[in-house]
């Protein structure tokens, strides 16, 4: 990777004229503008003081240093104000294009994981319940993490932890014991479902002894009663039929669907344990709990005063059942920003009963709002759905391919609206930080012209269009390129192998989603700009169709590293 050649040249040439220097990490930076260099250091600044010299007469020292051992990738360096610019050498990239060209299906995969096992935990639906907005970009978000750590050499396991337990379902039960029948639910299971579970909350703000019957009712749950077992068994059967149709449509596979129903046996004894080893204490009212003053915490409730569970209690009896079965190296948690207490106090109670084996990391991301920054809901004021987001996005790509292209039969119709619809919900998830709320909007998300699925998904349409109607390419020699466009793009493919380490180290899909906006539009400057087809030149001609070969590869890898399909025709 350049970034490191750069990083080893500056590292040895400051070891040789300032020995004593003690060399942190060498930042390597891309200049905004090109003519100021392909890559960047500013190490001078920091140096200056060993030097005793200025930033900039440092880097001017620095810079005859590297001279003396100037690699093949560089063609010059220069020193501007304390910083090196290093500016690449147009025959290591010909070669470099070459070797990309060679492997590009495979180009940017690495074995950084060494088979290092790593538990990518999302989507996380409850059961009897409708997947809402932050379900979807949970749900895509991890999926496209789980994607990275496979291409960079992890043994990634998906697993979508299920919400299929807890008071909730007293409730659900005790609604349908009340107002419903075998037959509703099985015409519409979630909407049924969903209805009895409002309806029980708006009736018992008005009828509290409507929650005492609903903890009865889970408290009968819990202690095996066989006629709420069998209906808890049969809402989460017909629950979970309903999800896999639309993970079907997303394209979202588990390796392991395991909820928190699977501990509930477990726990007393959990608990039980940590009450003898001094860990855990009984609080006020009766409650069990764990201090967590040390940490600044407030105290770990494990148990009610009734003696029910509690997610966090199953959270700590699911992290003990996979490190003991799995034996991961990370235990990556995708949820919620407003879950960060949750994670915190879970994170210091595995350091305390030594569950600290496998690297914890709460994978946190804000809300998806609308454009008017609130909470995505219908006109009536609901919240909407999972469902309702993937159905209207479906239903508007559509009719967008339908205007593009009228002549298309009814069945490319139906593909090409799915991939572009998915596609563009997918990217629109990915391409910010997670650490940001992401604004909705149906008009940019679908826009084949910005920063969206769909344009990326274009042009590699586009590309594929003058593959296609190339028929047989001849073996690219590189050597032919010369236009600036060619070079930029170039540049950009090489970046490819470090994005994707750097996504895979930050936990973060919106660099990769960035890099690929960024050679999409390179790509079509050069379409745009360059004649390929009606060149004459046949050397130029070939070379020229190697790169487009190459930008497809990379894009269709990078694509589908977050979970988004390319076709041939769009």
Do not use: C
Not at 144 to 165: E, H, S, V
Not at 220 to 246: C, I, M, P, Q, V
Not at 539 to 552: D, H, K, M, P, V
């Amino acid at each position: 990777m350049i970034r490191e050649k750069i990083q080893n040249l500056v590292r040895d040439a400051i070891g040789k004229l300032w020995p004593d220097f003690a060399i942190g990490e060498i930042v390597v930076e891309k200049p905004d503008d090109s003519k100021l260099g392909d890559y960047a250091v500013s190490v001078a600044f920091a140096l200056a003081k060993q030097s005793k010299l200025p930033p900039a007469e440092t880097a001017g020292v620095l810079v005859k240093e590297l001279e003396k051992n100037k690699s093949i990738e560089i063609d010059r360096m220069e020193s501007i104000g304390g910083y090196i610019n290093f500016f690449l050498s147009l025959e290591f990239l010909k070669k470099e294009l070459s070797g990309i060209y060679k492997k590009a299906d495979s180009y940017g995969e690495s074995n950084i994981g060494k088979g290092e096992k790593i538990i990518v935990e999302y989507s996380q639906p409850n059961i009897a319940k409708p997947l809402h907005a932050g379900h979807l970009r949970n749900t895509v978000l991890g999926d496209a993490l789980a994607n990275i750590y496979d291409f960079a050499g992890y043994k990634t396991i998906r697993w979508n932890y299920l919400g299929d337990w807890g008071t909730q379902f007293g409730k659900v039960i005790a609604a349908y014991k009340k107002w419903s029948n075998e037959e509703k639910v099985k015409a519409d299971p979630i909407g049924e479902l969903v209805n009895l579970y409002i309806r029980f909350d708006q009736e018992a703000k008005n009828d509290p002894e409507l929650d005492k019957l609903g903890q009865e009712e889970f408290k009968k749950l819990e202690s095996g009663d066989s006629g709420n077992r069998e209906l808890w068994a049969w809402f989460k059967e017909e629950s979970l039929r309903a999800l896999e149709k639309t993970y079907d449509l997303l394209g979202i596979k588990f390796d392991v669907d395991i909820g928190e129903s699977f501990y509930e046996n477990m726990l007393p004894g959990l608990v039980e344990r940590l009450i003898k080893d001094g860990i855990a204490e009984t609080g006020e009212g009766g409650a069990i709990i764990i201090n967590l003053e040390k940490y600044n915490l407030p105290p770990a409730l494990i148990r009610k005063a009734d003696g029910a569970s509690l997610y966090l209690t199953r959270d700590i009896a699911n992290l003990e059942y996979r490190l003991k079965k799995y034996k991961p190296y990370k235990i990556l948690y995708v949820v919620g920003s407003e879950q960060a207490l949750h994670f915190e106090q879970l994170f210091a109670i595995a350091e305390i009963i030594k569950l600290d084996s496998a690297v914890l990391k709460h994978i946190k991301y804000g809300l998806v709002l609308g454009e008017d920054k609130k909470k995505l809901s219908t006109r009536g004021g609901n919240a909407v759905t999972f469902q309702e987001i993937i159905d209207k996005t479906l239903e508007l790509a559509d009719k967008i391919v339908r205007e593009k292209h009228p002549e298309m039969s009814e069945k490319d119709y139906q593909e090409i609206s799915k991939v572009v619809g998915v596609g563009a919900l997918k990217y629109t998830m990915l391409k910010d930080h997670t650490s940001t709320d992401i604004a909705f909007s149906w008009e940019r998300m679908l826009d084949f012209n910005g920063n969206s699925g769909p344009y990326l998904q274009y042009t590699y349409a586009r590309l594929a269009s003058i593959i296609h109607k190339a028929e047989k390419i001849k073996k690219p020699d590189f050597g032919y390129l010369e236009k600036e466009i060619e070079f930029s793009i170039i540049k950009h493919l090489i970046e490819f192998p470090e994005i994707v380490k750097y996504s895979a180290g930050n936990y973060l899909t919106n660099y990769l989603a960035t890099y690929l906006f960024e050679l999409a539009n390179l790509a079509n400057q050069f379409y745009e700009t360059t004649p390929v087809l009606k060149e004459e030149n046949e050397g130029i001609r070939n070379a020229r169709l190697g790169l487009i070969e190459t930008i497809n590869a990379i894009m269709k890898t990078g694509l589908s590293l977050l979970g988004i399909q390319v076709l041939d025709k769009i």
